[in-house]
């Protein structure tokens, strides 16, 4: 008997369709699979953005054909002001959940994980399948909130108690919307723990022969950390949600006060906390965002190096600051709740971590540019979007600065000024991480090329529209533009309808530029230029097996790594790079050993 | 700057780095030169080790949050009632800690009938069996100790404190049931002969934690309900 789990491709390639393109153990598979369900869910969350958009333009437009999605929603196509309510909810919860947790993490690490470290397969691989299709269960349990009587759930991708803890009483979509929406997360985040549990113990225990873990890649280092953060964040969420689940179905009393009179009716709960909810759920919230951008940082850094030719200017350095900014994450969510009612003192103690978690970000930033500066770029379509990424998280990082004063905070909460700060700090920043990777990558997951041409047409008028939409957004919110309305009927607010005009125009037509990317994903899938093994000249495992990777990821041989991933700008066997596993042994002057 | 290659009889190595840069751009981890390749640990502990414990950090996450909750709803709440523990709890943990002395017991059987020692006597599972059964008979304890509570009138939403009695007592009977399934798949590997000792060992420090998690269970409960 031997000590060692046996890994998952001790035996022979799966046959059959089921066991191959379905209920995959092949990591791989589940990468791919994980990417189809955060395109699936993108598509659908900006459809619900265009669709809020053109409310928030045109409130008494008829929207031609919303009245099959909801005929109470939208009764003669023009949406009611619950249902816009509604339709923002699924719309955050679409996006952040099933695009920005699912394609930087789950997918691109699901499918890269294991191969850059060295492995055939992650250590559990039936729990991986599992985590894929527990998420694929969560985001129909999500979507099927659509169908129900009332419709999905109005209270916001936060779900702030009491409004949702009470039932239907709070509204359309407050009593089987809640407790749909709260069973979807609460699945979620069983799929969410098991790929935390893989990629850990992938990154610990399955790396190949050389490969001590200051030589991963920093995309690698980007999923360690991430999944460590989900592990202890999802875990948290989960039973905040059964709680929220039992005060619905149950009858208790964990985030509903006593002495609520809704709709004049006195309720029947007492004693809870709503602050409770608060606290539970910004807990997970705040390492959530990071869950959401930390990837896409390792993304950025790795696919740069590939272009500029040469190392970052300090690899540990930004280990260290990804590091940071996880371990701080868990401090500053209280930033979240300045204006909630908590203590004065508690708004110090969380700005205080808030504006010490920009030092690691801007470092990060820094190295990025630094690194820059002098660089030989390669402009392919992979390095624009890693710079259009880098762009989009300054951009949204200064906003952060203000956000995190609590003084300006009373002044800027639920206005636009926040919503422009994550859309362009996490949302967008991800997308072009996700975009970047997806350019980069493409070539190993398929074995052919992508269209380098529409990728840059694709970039410029993503990149441009992107700025159009959410620059925008900071004006509106210093002119105190309040966020989560379906209308603005006060004077105040009346100057501003133009340029909520100006936005939705924006909105729709970045959004149709994306079916350039549609259309290049999809053609490229098919009738794309075969790939050579290593388009881009990089270094890292991924790209000294073939495109796409055999069903072992190695053709039964692992390799041996002799090298860091860093390895640009040297004169090696094959180019200006020496890969990690070519035995050239190579020693640079004024080096460490 | 300049570059060596290793081993001799190469050609020089160029830099081909843009002269204008600073710095060393932060290279590290060089082989060193004319050595063997840098001494990097062989030994990875086996996955399921490392995992068990990463999963029992999230675990412990869940619980905290509960903890946290259970806090926060009893600070200051005017309706939390005091909830006197079903006495059978006692007896429960007593037996969830003998189903810890019996794997500890199984475990040193299993490791001799895999290390080839003649077994003395009788099936080295049977004390896996023995744990399994205590793991069974605790549940239903739970189950008993639901009874007795809701005898005296006090169900999941009578008030806050028996809400948390209920909700932590459930959690960790859930917990505890995947226990059960995980030292039932170790029983039937062992029947197999196919039982590896990072698997049951694995389960045995899950169990464990189930035991010492129990036990906190029972004293926060004690203290604050």
């Known amino acids: ?68 999605l909801s005929k109470n929603g939208a009764p003669g196509d023009v949406m009611t002001p619950e249902y816009y309510l509604q339709l923002m909810t699924m719309h955050g919860t679409i996006m952040v959940f099933f695009v920005l947790t699912t394609a930087p993490f789950a997918a691109f690490g699901n499918f890269f994980l294991p191969i850059q470290v060295g492995a055939e397969d992650m250590p559990f691989p039936h729990f991986n399948m599992m985590s894929f299709w527990i998420t694929f269960v969560s985001f129909v349990v999500m979507v099927s909130s659509f169908f129900v009587a009332d419709g999905p759930t109005l ?140 990837p896409a940082m390792g993304i950025v850094s790795h696919i740069l190096m590939a272009n500029i030719r040469r190392p970052l200017l300090s690899h540990r350095i930004l280990v260290y600051s990804m590091g940071a900014v996880a371990v701080l994450s868990y401090m500053v969510y209280g930033h979240h709740m300045f204006v909630s009612g908590m203590n004065p003192i508690s708004s110090i103690a969380f700005s205080f971590p808030t504006l010490i978690i920009t030092i690691p970000a801007t470092i990060i930033v820094l190295i990025w540019l630094g690194s820059l500066y002098g660089a030989r770029m390669r402009l392919n379509t992979a390095c624009l979007f890693s710079l259009g990424m880098i762009s989009m998280f300054i951009t949204g990082g200064i906003s952060g600065f203000f956000l995190a004063q609590p003084s300006l905070d009373i002044m800027l909460h639920a206005t636009y000024f926040v919503v422009g700060h994550f859309h362009f700090v996490m949302a967008v920043s991800a997308m072009f991480g996700i975009f970047a990777g997806t350019y980069f990558w493409f070539p190993k997951m398929y074995g052919r090329m992508m269209n380098d041409t529409l990728g840059k047409i694709h970039f410029w008028l993503t990149f441009v529209g992107a700025y159009c939409i959410f620059m925008p957004f900071h004006y509106l919110g210093l002119a105190s533009n309040v966020r989560r309305y379906q209308a603005f009927v006060d004077d105040y607010l009346q100057p501003l309808i133009p340029v909520h005009r100006f936005i939705t125009v924006a909105a729709i037509a970045t959004g149709l530029v994306q079916l350039i990317f549609l259309y290049n994903l999809i053609h490229s899938r098919f009738w794309g230029k075969p790939a050579p093994d290593n388009p881009w000249e990089a270094t890292s495992l991924e790209w000294s097996t073939s495109s796409p990777p055999p069903f072992d990821n190695f053709g039964g041989k692992l390799p041996v790594v002799y090298h860091d991933p860093y390895q640009y700008g040297i004169e090696g066997s094959t180019g200006d790079y020496v890969m990690q596993t070519d035995p050239q042994q190579i020693q640079t002057q004024g080096d460490e050993a | 700057m300049a570059t060596t290659i290793h081993p001799p009889g190469a050609k020089e190595i160029r830099d081909l780095r843009p002269s204008n840069t600073s710095g060393n751009g932060g290279r590290r981890d060089r082989v060193p030169a004319g050595s063997e390749l840098r001494a990097v640990q062989e030994y990875a502990p086996p996955p399921a080790s490392t995992g068990v414990w990463v999963f029992v950090a999230g675990v412990s996450m869940t619980f905290a949050a509960l903890t946290s909750a259970l806090v926060v709803r009893k600070g200051g709440a005017l309706d939390w009632r005091h909830v006197t523990l079903p006495s059978i709890l006692y007896l429960n943990t007593l037996v969830l800690l003998a189903s810890s002395v019996t794997l500890e017991i199984s475990r040193c059987h299993v490791a001799a009938f895999m290390g080839g020692v003649k077994a003395t006597t009788g099936n080295p599972a049977r004390w896996l069996y023995a744990t399994l059964s205590l793991g069974m008979l605790f549940l239903a304890g739970q189950y008993i100790a639901w009874r007795q509570l809701s005898a005296q009138g006090l169900y999941l939403a009578t008030n806050p404190s028996s809400s948390f009695f209920y909700v932590f007592t459930a959690a960790h009977a859930l917990h505890l049931l995947g226990g059960l399934f995980a030292m039932g798949r170790v029983i039937r590997k062992l029947n197999e002969h196919v039982l590896s000792r990072a698997t049951l060992d694995a389960t045995a420090h899950y169990w464990h934690f189930m035991d010492v998690l129990w036990i906190y269970l029972l004293v926060l409960l004690w203290m604050k309900l």
């Open chain 1, 155 to 294: 209270g916001g991708w936060t779900q702030y108690a009491p409004l949702s803890a009470m039932g239907s009483v709070t509204g359309p979509g407050q009593g089987l919307g809640v407790v749909l929406w709260a069973s979807s997360i609460a699945i979620f985040c069983i799929g969410q723990l098991l790929g935390s549990l893989n990629f850990i113990t992938t990154t610990l225990d399955m790396r190949t022969k050389g490969m001590s873990l200051w030589r991963m890649p920093l995309t690698t280092w980007a999923w360690f950390i991430t999944s460590i953060m989900g592990l202890t964040a999802f875990a948290v969420l989960m039973p905040a949600c059964i709680l929220l689940i039992l005060d619905h179905v149950a009858g208790t009393s964990f985030f509903v006060p006593s002495n609520l009179v809704v709709n004049d009716q006195l309720q029947p709960h007492s004693g809870g906390s709503t602050l409770l909810w608060q606290h539970l759920f910004w807990f997970f919230g705040h390492p959530e965002v990071y869950i959401a951008i930390v």
């Open chain 1, 1 to 68: 008997m031997h000590d060692m789990s046996a890994p998952a491709h001790a035996a022979q390639a799966p046959t059959g369709f089921l066991s191959k393109h379905v209920f995959s153990l092949d990591h791989k598979v589940i990468g791919k699979q994980y990417y189809g369900l955060a395109l699936l869910a993108a598509i659908i969350g900006m459809f619900l953005s265009w669709v809020m958009r053109i409310h928030l333009g045109w409130t008494s437009f008829a929207i031609p054909g919303l009245h099959f």
